[in-house]
Every structure is written in C-alpha cells, then in structure tokens.
C-alpha cells in the first residue's frame, strides 16, 4: 500500500493496514500527522516499515505505564493492589513491590527493540510517572518528523499537538484517577515533552539506538538513560 504523495511533505500517517488500535476509537491515521522534509525521496518508502514498528511498540508501553499509574493510585487510595493470575492471587501492599513488578514487565518489553549499545547505557528503566501516558499523543494528536539519510539510521521525533486534551471519560481507568479532582469536569491534561528515537537497522528489523527527550517547546535535546 503506497500512502505517499510526493507533492506533499505533510501529510496523514497511512497505516491502518498495518496497525489495529484497540484501545482508542481514534485512528492512527487521524491522529498523526507525518513530516517527511527532510527525508530523500528514495528513503521515503521506509517510513511505514520503520513507524509501524515503533509507533505498535510505543503504543504498548503507554498502555503499560498507565496501567502501573492505575495501580500505584490505588495502591495510595486502598492500601494495596490485588491481582489474580493463572489461579494464583496477588497482593501488593509496598510501593517499592510495585515498582519492581512493573519495572520487570517494563524490561521485557522494552529490551528486545533496543540495541544492544543502548541496553549497556541503561542506568535505570523507569516509566508510568503520568498520566495519561505521554505516548497517548499517538492517538490525540501529534507529529511525526521521520529523518533517514543512510540505509542503515532513522531519526523520528515524536511531537504532541500543543495545547489542552480532554481525557476519555469513557475509559474506567481515567473515571478512577480522576475521582479525587477537586473541580467539575469536563478535565483536560496536556503533554508537556517530545521525544526523539534514534532507530539503527539490525539484521531483518530496526532497533532503538538512542532516545532523547526536551520541553516540548525547547530546542535542547537531552538524553534519556531511563527509558
């Protein structure tokens, strides 16, 4: 499927092919505008194998970071968080425990799209500190500014739409951390950081070399060791 105009260097993400949401009732194609300017022509076609990829892996680990968001406020509110899995009951009462939990379940997922040079810089892997989670935008609004030069390096930075959100209510994970807000609803968040992914090709796929984060109006480019 060719999604490409080249008379346009902006233009919607075609991926509904590739990408099921089942989570959201928005589109990826919706949501995500592509900027492809910098990018030569012949490298254009990569952009579906290569953001189909990672946007299907990032829209994973937002789902993660929000379900231990969940946790940790129910944690706060019940006093513990209990679980069942394959007949066998859980019950986390620490938040250290919780922690611990998700940062494994971070790990396997996070690990195996990632080279190993950057697994060997990793000084931590923390995630899940709001919420909605930041990768959230793949489905309220961003841009998508695919970079690719060489055959073997992409550079993608993920940049939310400015401005306010409102959040699903109909969603039950939303209606429950949003129980404790003072004022009425309608209530709305806003994504405050961008994103870059430096992707490199390994063998039949392409990996996660580097990720850099900044304010989403700032120029700086700072590098994330906790990712």
């Known amino acids: 499927m060719k999604c490409y105009n080249k008379?346009?260097?902006?233009?919607?993400?075609?991926?509904k092919n590739k990408?099921?949401?089942?989570?959201?009732?928005?589109t990826m194609t919706d949501a995500i505008k592509l900027d492809l300017t910098n990018t030569p022509e012949k490298f254009r076609p990569m952009a579906d194998e290569i953001l189909s990829q990672l946007t299907k892996f990032?829209?994973?680990?937002?789902?993660l970071e929000e379900q231990y968001f969940v946790q940790q406020t129910r944690l706060h509110r019940k006093g513990?968080?209990?679980?069942?899995?394959?007949?066998?009951?859980?019950?986390?009462?620490?938040?250290?425990?919780?922690?611990?939990?998700?940062?494994?379940?971070?790990?396997?997922?996070?690990?195996?799209?990632?080279?190993?040079?950057?697994?060997?810089?990793r000084r931590d892997c923390l995630h899940g500190e709001?919420?909605?989670?930041?990768?959230?935008?793949?489905?309220?609004?961003?841009?998508?500014?695919?970079?690719?030069?060489?055959?073997?390096?992409?550079?993608?930075e993920l940049l939310p739409n400015d401005g306010s959100v409102p959040y699903d209510m109909t969603d039950p994970d939303t209606r429950y951390v949003t129980e404790g807000f003072v004022d009425k609803p309608p209530y709305f968040h806003s994504y405050?950081?961008?994103y870059r992914?430096?992707?490199?090709?390994s063998e039949e796929s392409w990996?996660?070399?580097?990720?850099?984060?900044?304010?989403?109006?700032?120029?700086?480019?700072?590098?994330?060791?906790?990712?």
């Open 192 to 194: 405050f950081e961008k």
């Open 197 to 201: 992914f430096i992707m490199k090709r």
């Open 58 to 63: 990032l829209e994973e680990l937002g789902h």
């Open 130 to 156: 709001h919420y909605p989670s930041f990768f959230n935008c793949l489905h309220t609004g961003c841009t998508i500014v695919f970079t690719m030069k060489s055959t073997n390096k992409a550079t993608i």
């Open 7 to 15: 008379a346009i260097d902006n233009q919607d993400l075609c991926l």
């Open 80 to 121: 513990r968080v209990l679980s069942f899995k394959d007949g066998i009951r859980e019950e986390i009462i620490d938040d250290q425990e919780l922690k611990e939990k998700f940062k494994k379940l971070y790990c396997q997922l996070i690990d195996p799209h990632c080279t190993s040079e950057m697994l060997a810089q």
């Open 207 to 227: 990996k996660i070399d580097e990720v850099y984060y900044g304010g989403l109006h700032d120029t700086r480019w700072r590098r994330k060791y906790y990712f």
């Open 19 to 26: 990408i099921v949401i089942q989570r959201r009732r928005t």
